[in-house]
């Protein structure tokens, strides 16, 4: 398998990281999210507030945490870590 080139961070998102989390965690069915730092990893709920469904914050395949709420495949690995489509529209527009 071909090493994955890692999407390049404009400032910007890189700003909104340092101020709002690092990293995000988000729920596989409803799409609920949260944005987290590392030393608060632990306080992020197994189970989503609002549908009770899986909270995900690391790659299922490599471990990987995600960088943004709009992931459906994992940067690191390439796994799929969430159905490309939430209530009946696609997360990421096409060609992204």
Same mark, same amino acid.
């Given at each position: /398998?071909?090493?994955?080139?890692?999407?390049?961070?404009?400032?910007?998102?890189?700003? =909104?990281?340092?101020?709002? @989390? !690092?990293?995000?965690?988000?729920?596989? !069915?409803?799409?609920?999210?949260?944005?987290?730092?590392?030393?608060?990893?632990?306080?992020?709920?197994?189970?989503?507030?609002?549908?009770? &469904?899986? /909270?995900?914050?690391?790659?299922?395949?490599?471990?990987?945490?995600?960088? &943004?709420?709009?992931?459906?495949?994992?940067?690191?690995?390439?796994?799929?870590? =969430?159905?490309?489509?939430?209530?009946?529209?696609?997360? =990421?527009?096409? @060609?992204?």
């Amino acid at each position: /398998m071909e090493a994955r080139k890692r999407p390049r961070r404009n400032w910007i998102q890189e700003e =909104r990281r340092k101020t709002l @989390g !690092d990293w995000v965690a988000f729920c596989v !069915d409803c799409g609920f999210t949260l944005r987290y730092f590392v030393e608060l990893e632990a306080e992020i709920p197994p189970a989503c507030p609002g549908c009770k &469904s899986e /909270m995900r914050h690391l790659c299922p395949e490599c471990g990987a945490r995600f960088p &943004s709420a709009f992931l459906v495949e994992c940067e690191e690995c390439g796994a799929e870590v =969430r159905p490309r489509e939430l209530f009946g529209g696609p997360i =990421r527009k096409a @060609g992204k």
